[in-house]
């Protein structure tokens, strides 16, 4: 699981400190609108009602405190994988019902990413600006999507159901679409102007076309 990658006892041992809390989520959403290289500890413990010393009494750095972030984040806001929380499509995978699985990863990525913005944002400023936690996170947790869903459609490729392709193809056509629909929804077309569909309309639809296509 997510939890063995990251320190969930340290943040555990922390969410009853608030004015460390109070620090995290004020700079969760500076990181998200400047980026990291753009927003300074000051203007954090400005933002958070704090002293520069007391950011730094909690967070010995500004890297420490952004990868306490992905800490947070993943320890307590459920950056997990699917499949750990997820008894529907626990049963899917059992019962090798190709549709319910992909419609129900789909279905819990495009309800995340679209629940929490600034973090959408702030993975995005870091993988822009080459922060190393972008790769901690693309390691940790992406990597690990392609490995499962990759290694899923591999086991139905043996059992005749599914055409020979390289597994990582599709799974990279399959997350391609999740991702551009949220950020389509998070930065560019807000008010649905170019689509106005629900996550449910569109896990339903991203499933049907990597199983089936577009053509009759």
């Not at 990251?6 to 609108?33: P, W, Y």
């Not at 990597?143 to 799974?171: C, H, S, T, W």
Request: net charge neutral; aromatic share 12%.
């Amino acid at each position: 699981m997510i939890k063995d990658f990251f320190n969930c006892e340290h943040v555990g041992k922390m969410t009853g400190d608030k004015r460390r809390e109070q620090i995290l989520l004020t700079a969760v959403s500076l990181f998200s609108q400047r980026g990291f290289s753009g927003t300074t500890t000051k203007e954090i413990a400005r933002a958070a009602g704090v002293s520069e010393a007391m950011v730094f009494r909690h967070f010995s750095t500004k890297s420490e405190l952004y990868g306490a972030i992905l800490d947070n984040k993943a320890c307590h806001d459920g950056v997990r994988f699917p499949w750990d929380e997820n008894p529907v499509l626990q049963e899917a995978i059992k019962q090798k019902d190709d549709f319910k699985v992909f419609f129900n990863i789909a279905l819990n990525a495009l309800t995340k990413q679209q629940a929490d913005e600034n973090f959408m944002r702030l993975l995005f400023y870091s993988a822009l600006e080459e922060h190393e936690l972008a790769d901690r996170f693309f390691n940790e947790f992406v990597a690990r999507l392609y490995e499962f869903i990759g290694n899923y459609i591999e086991g139905r490729q043996k059992d005749g159901a599914m055409r020979e392709i390289n597994p990582r193809i599709v799974v990279r056509a399959f997350l391609g679409m999740m991702i551009h629909h949220s950020l389509n929804n998070i930065l560019w077309d807000k008010k649905r102007r170019l689509l106005d569909i629900s996550n449910e309309e569109a896990a339903k639809n991203f499933a049907e076309i990597i199983l089936h296509g577009v053509s009759k």
